[in-house]
T-cell receptor, first 121, second 101 residues
Framework: EVKLVESGGGLVQPGGSLRLSCIAS????????MNWVRQAPGKGLEWISG????????FYAASVKGRFIISRDNSRNTLFLQMNTLRGDDTARYYC??????????????WGQGALIIVSS | FVLTQSPATLSLSPGETATLSCRAS??????LAWYQHKPGQAPRLLIY???NRASGVPDRFSGSGSGTDFTLTVSSLGPEDVAVYYC????FGGGTKVEMK
């Protein structure tokens, strides 16, 4: 079955760190660009980061640049998002999403169910 | 760069046609996608390259436009189409919520 499964969500204090993982199965993970998209409570979707198939190209939204780091381990079919200096407005459900090609085009044809992150003291 | 979607909410009767607009602050050529997002579910890609339907998407969904002005049309609206629809090019638009009367 072709799927993405996120893990690593939870409650974290402001200023803290957390790492999300997304395990891919059922397709050639190392030939697709991958992304993270989030949705804060009551808000719309926000693309926050993308990574090309080889990992050479990384892209970030201004809201997370300098605090979040996207990476991948193609040998383990896994995408990561290292989140540092977390703030209250980072509270959201975080989705892992596959791009339709090797680069980042914004055509996300496969999504995980999301991982909830709550930043609160 | 900003994508502006209108209207914010669309309330229609079953069988009607929904017309959703997405306007970009600068030209994106045809590099635009549309997504459907239902509560409790992951978003779903409907349209890519402004007018191409993604795999498995019914032909009731159609996209058009280029440059800065884009439209998603959903014909023969049914209860299964109740969702928030987003356009995406660089960033997501604010979304249009489609409701049934």
């Amino acid at each position: 079955e072709v799927k993405l499964v996120e893990s690593g969500g939870g409650l974290v204090q402001p200023g803290g760190s957390l790492r999300l993982s997304c395990i891919a199965s059922g397709f050639n993970f190392n030939t697709y660009g991958m992304n993270w998209v989030r949705q804060a409570p009551g808000k719309g979707l926000e693309w926050i980061s993308g990574l090309s198939d080889s990992g050479d190209g990384t892209f970030y939204a201004a809201s997370v640049k300098g605090r979040f780091i996207i990476s991948r381990d193609n040998s383990r079919n896994t995408l990561f998002l290292q989140m540092n200096t977390l703030r209250g407005d980072d509270t959201a459900r975080y989705y892992c999403a596959r791009d339709s090609g090797s680069d980042i085009r914004g055509y996300f044809d496969l999504w995980g169910q999301g991982a909830l992150i709550i930043v609160s003291s | 760069f900003v994508l502006t979607q209108s209207p914010a909410t669309l309330s229609l009767s079953p069988g009607e046609t929904a017309t959703l607009s997405c306007r970009a602050s600068q030209s994106v050529g045809n590099q635009l996608a549309w997504y459907q997002h239902k509560p409790g579910q992951a978003p779903r890609l409907l349209i890519y390259d402004a007018s191409n339907r993604a795999s498995g998407v019914p032909d009731r969904f159609s996209g058009s436009g280029s440059g800065t002005d884009f439209t998603l049309t959903v014909s023969s609206l049914g209860p299964e189409d109740v969702a928030v629809y987003y356009c995406l090019a660089v960033s997501f638009g604010g979304g249009t919520k489609v409701e049934m009367k």
